[in-house]
Structure formats: C-alpha cells, structure tokens
C-alpha cells in the first residue's frame, strides 16, 4: 500500500509572514490540513472571492471543501474565542461539524490563564515582551509544569478540574497583588464555548494522522507565528511559548520525524515583528513607515503596527537550517514595487566584527551589513506568470536563493489566492 506523505510549512521570520494564504492555495494538493501549536494569538487572513477571513485556532485548509482539518495536540484552544470563530465561518456557508476534528490533548486556555498574562506583563515592568494577553503563556507554562486542563478533561469530572485549575489561578493572582479583575462575563461565555466545542469530533489526533499515513492520504501541517519566536532558538525572552520549528510539527502532532518530506519556509521580501524584542533591520525612517503603509502591516488579531525592516539574511539562513526548509515562499513582493532601491541585510556587526551565523544575542551593538539593488519599479499586481517579472525583480530573486542556498519556488504578489505565482 502506498504510504501518504506530511510536508510542513511554516513562518521563516516574526511571524505574519503569509501562512494562511498558502495553505489554502495549497490545500487542493493534500487530503488533510492540520495545525500543530500556537493559540488564537496567530491570525491567519485569506482574502478570495471579494471576501477577507481571519482565522486564529481554525487550520486555514477549512475553506477548501472536503479537506479534513485537525487541530492538534500542541495547540492550545480558547473555547469561547473558537466558538466566535467557528460561528462566523458557519454564518458565511462553511460547515465545519464533520470536517473539523480537534485533539483531545489539546490544552485550553481559562479565562484566569489571561488574568495572569495580564499580571505577569505588567510585573515585568519595562522588560514587557509584548503579549497579545490571549493567556497563552501561562497556558503553557500549566502545560509544562503538569497542571494543566486538556480538551479531554470536558468529559470526564471537568466542574470539579475546572474549579481546582481557577483556585490555583486565584490563589497566584492574589499572591502577586493582582485583585482588580473581573471574569464573570468571561466566564459565562467561556462555558459556552465548553458546551460549543463538545458538538465538534474530539479525537485522539496522533492515532487519526498516523492512520490517515498508512492510508495513502497526504497532510500538509500548518505553523502559527514564526521561527524567530520559537521557544528555544527565537529571540528570547521576546518570543511564543511553544515550538515554532519544524521539530514542533512531530511533537505538536504525534508524527515520526522520518515521516517529513517537504518543508516549505515562508518569508516576506521584507521583513516585520509585532510586539516587543531586538529586530537588527528595523527602519525608523520614512521608508519603514511606507513598508507599513502599503503593507497593510498591522495585527490581525490586535490591530498593533507591524514593526518594519528589511529582509534580514542572517536570520533566514539560520531558519532555513533549524527547519531543514527544502523550498522557499516569498511573500508581499508587491509591497516593493514602488521603491527606488532595495536592501538586505546579508550580515551583522558588533565592535567592527562581521558576524555572518546568528548568534546568541542580537539586543545590543548589533549593526546590519547591508547590499542595495536597484528596485523594479514596476506594478506587478496583476501578472500571472514569471516571464513577466521585470529583470531587477529577477535579479533579487537570483540573490536571494545563492545568498540562502535554496529555491524560491512560490511568489506571492497580493493578498488575494489568484495573486500568486508558482515558479517552474
């Protein structure tokens, strides 16, 4: 029997690189689309159709009809924020009662885990890392000390574990002076989502993937923020709280590293981040305010400005080794059209010292190294092929891949799935 295949993709940079548009142009390539950590902090926008979507639990694969979509164990799930997401996909005509299936080791996030999110960031004063307060760090932090509530627990004794979990909580906010909140309302909607989330299949995810392998079906695996937040290898302490790696795809799904054939990395042709912590490239002049502007750069989930910079070498090459990407996706190239010259940073300084591997602290002295090309200056908005890519936007794509040492085989050049070219 033929076996299926598992091909990840992920984010190479901050995170907002443009994942959820390429999965759902890549979902008609695979049976099952599944997504392996990260909460309702990470919002995927697709724009078809006229019609512009944010999803932040749901596997983008959700609007290709007939896909299986699973959210997997290494996910951590807000009932009643998945419950606002879920209705609205339903209320704009897709079902997804039989297609969406949800792991019942997923951990969930209380209405206390953002109480503490909240008292946490303000006890770190000045060293705030610039949370989206969804409570997904002390999620996690529950995970990892082994106190955590998992999806399973809604059917088995969940008032007693959700009473013990929320005075435990209670008891850590109090100890830290932290008494001015309210989570009545919260909680009441919370509930809801409990008593919404029992309608969906609850499966243990691992047995389910692994089956489907065996079966002959092929999954593409979907990260949520990027690797330069990854728990381990990010830009720590200004980071996520779980692994955004390609390793995190195994854990995160109960899949054999062997299993793993493709990994397509997906970077911006510039480069962003959201929230607090070191970015070398970031540009406080008016050409990062344009990257902004014609970018559209801000939170798809808080609506915060995107910090913006130029595309940052060091740190690809070292993505793009941590995941063993195999294919790169560009994404935003258009947002560069206008601009008369093009930079990438292609290494750091520190003390007069070229630094070209990224290395452990990238807060203080760091320099960026940059090469400028000429820009395009060509409005490529509406091309559909590669053969209509002006020669100084070839020229960078040449660049990049010796610079990298691997191909970018997809460009994206606008928000909608049509504006997007797959290279030969």
């Not at 003390?351 to 090309?373: C, H, L, N, T």
Request: glycine fraction near 12%; include cysteine.
């Amino acid at each position: 029997m033929k076996k299926g295949k598992v091909d990840v993709l992920l984010g190479l940079q901050w995170g907002d690189e443009g994942k959820g548009k390429v999965v759902d142009v890549m979902t008609p390539l695979y049976d099952v689309v599944a997504r392996f950590q990260g909460g309702p902090n990470a919002g995927h926008t697709l724009e078809f159709e006229g019609q512009k979507y944010v999803l932040r639990s749901i596997p983008s694969g959700i609007f290709q009809g007939g896909k299986v979509n699973i959210i997997g164990n290494g996910v951590v799930l807000a009932p009643d924020l998945f419950m606002d997401e879920a209705k609205d996909l339903e209320r704009s005509g897709h079902e997804l009662r039989s297609r969406l299936h949800i792991s019942r080791k997923a951990h969930l996030i209380m209405p206390t885990h953002r109480v503490l999110d909240a008292a946490l960031e303000a006890a770190k004063g000045a060293g705030k890392v610039g949370t989206t307060g969804k409570g997904i760090g002390p999620t996690y932090t529950d995970k990892v000390s082994r106190n955590g509530l998992r999806v399973g627990d809604i059917f088995d004794g969940f008032e007693e574990k959700y009473a013990a979990h929320k005075a435990r909580h209670e008891q850590m906010l109090l100890s830290m002076g932290y008494t001015d909140y309210d989570i009545s309302e919260t909680e009441k909607k919370w509930m809801e989502g409990v008593e919404y989330l029992r309608q969906f299949p609850i499966v243990d995810s691992e047995h389910e993937i692994n089956k489907l392998l065996c079966s002959g079906k092929s999954i593409l695996c979907e990260g949520a923020q990027g690797t330069m937040l990854d728990i381990d290898f990010g830009s720590y302490p200004f980071v996520t709280s779980s692994n955004t790696i390609c390793a995190g795809a195994c854990t995160g799904l109960g899949i054999g590293p062997n299993k793993i054939g493709e990994v397509y990395g997906i970077m911006k042709a510039y480069c962003t981040r959201v929230g607090a912590g070191p970015f070398p490239t970031e540009l406080f002049d008016a050409t990062g305010d344009k990257i902004r502007q014609l970018g559209h750069e801000y939170g798809a989930v808080t609506g915060r400005e995107r910090r913006c910079g130029w595309i940052d070498l060091v740190a690809l090459r070292y993505s793009i080794m941590v995941n063993g990407v195999t294919q790169l996706i560009m994404m935003k190239s258009d947002v560069l059209d206008d601009f008369d010259t093009i930079k990438a940073c292609v290494a750091y300084k520190r003390d007069g010292v070229r630094i070209e591997d990224f290395p452990y602290d990238i807060e203080k002295g760091i320099e960026p190294v940059y090469v400028e090309m000429p820009g395009w200056k060509t409005d490529m908005t509406q091309f559909t092929d590669e053969s209509q890519f002006p020669k100084a936007f070839c020229d960078y794509i040449d660049f990049l891949e010796k610079a990298l040492e691997t191909p970018i085989r997809i460009i994206s050049i606008g928000p909608d799935r049509e504006q997007t070219i797959i290279r030969q």
